[in-house]
Antibody, heavy 116, light 107 residues
Framework: QIQLVQSGPELKKPGETVKISCKAS????????MNWVKQAPGKGLKWMGW????????TYADDFKGRFAFSLETSASTAYLQINNLKNEDMATYFC?????????WGQGTSVTVSS | DIKMTQSPSSMYASLGERVTITCKAS??????LSWFQQKPGKSPKTLIY???RLVDGVPSRFSGSGSGQDYSLTISSLEYEDMGIYYC?????????FGGGTKLEIK
């Protein structure tokens, strides 16, 4: 069955870097794009962007240009989200979600806590 | 960016009641709209895509409709397990944009 399994919760200090993984199984990884979605505590969903898993080309929403990077390890069917120079406002749960068009399968989410 | 205005932001409904949640896009999104349900501490679950296509395994009491700028999600007979927050998403254009969410609670 199709699954997206994300890495575990992270506790980081401001200014540090975090890298979250999303391992896909049950389908051909390069046939579907991967989206990243942010959910701040008690808030709604915000689309961060997506990565074309066939070409490796990322697309970022305006609010996520600069410190954010999407990458792939295609041989391991894994997508990554890296956030550099962490800020307090990056504290959130981050989800990966499959699909270039509609998002059909979601990871379980990775909580990132930023605290000095 | 396309703005998605979802209403109501919260609601109470009784078991067995018919419930409708609406989403209005700031421009025509050509039925490229999905609906998601999210329960506390869980990831969103996709219910409907392309405005009215039910995802496999989703109960038939859920349905989607609409076109152009206006869309709705209907639960024909509310069950206890339907509590949660519902979001719409447009995927007609980048950036993808979500509605603000509707918190559905049982009366």
């Amino acid at each position: 069955q199709i699954q997206l399994v994300q890495s575990g919760p992270e506790l980081k200090k401001p200014g540090e870097t975090v890298k979250i993984s999303c391992k896909a199984s049950g389908y051909t990884f390069t046939n579907y794009g991967m989206n990243w979605v942010k959910q701040a505590p008690g808030k709604g969903l915000k689309w961060m962007g997506w990565i074309n898993t066939y070409t490796g080309e990322p697309t970022y929403a305006d609010d996520f240009k600069g410190r954010f990077a999407f990458s792939l390890e295609t041989s391991a069917s894994t997508a990554y989200l890296q956030i550099n120079n962490l800020k307090n406002e990056d504290m959130a749960t981050y989800f990966c979600a499959r699909g270039m068009t509609h998002m059909d399968y979601w990871g379980q989410g990775t909580s990132v806590t930023v605290s000095s | 960016d396309i703005k998605m205005t979802q209403s109501p932001s919260s609601m109470y409904a009784s078991l067995g009641e018919r419930v409708t949640i609406t989403c209005k896009a700031s421009q025509d999104i050509n039925s490229y709209l999905s609906w998601f349900q999210q329960k506390p501490g869980k990831s969103p679950k996709t219910l409907i895509y392309r405005a009215n296509r039910l995802v496999d395994g989703v109960p038939s009491r859920f349905s989607g409709s609409g076109s152009g700028q206006d869309y709705s999600l209907t639960i024909s007979s509310l069950e206890y397990e339907d509590m949660g927050i519902y979001y719409c998403l447009q995927y007609d254009e980048f950036p993808r944009t979500f509605g603000g969410g509707t918190k559905l609670e049982i009366k």
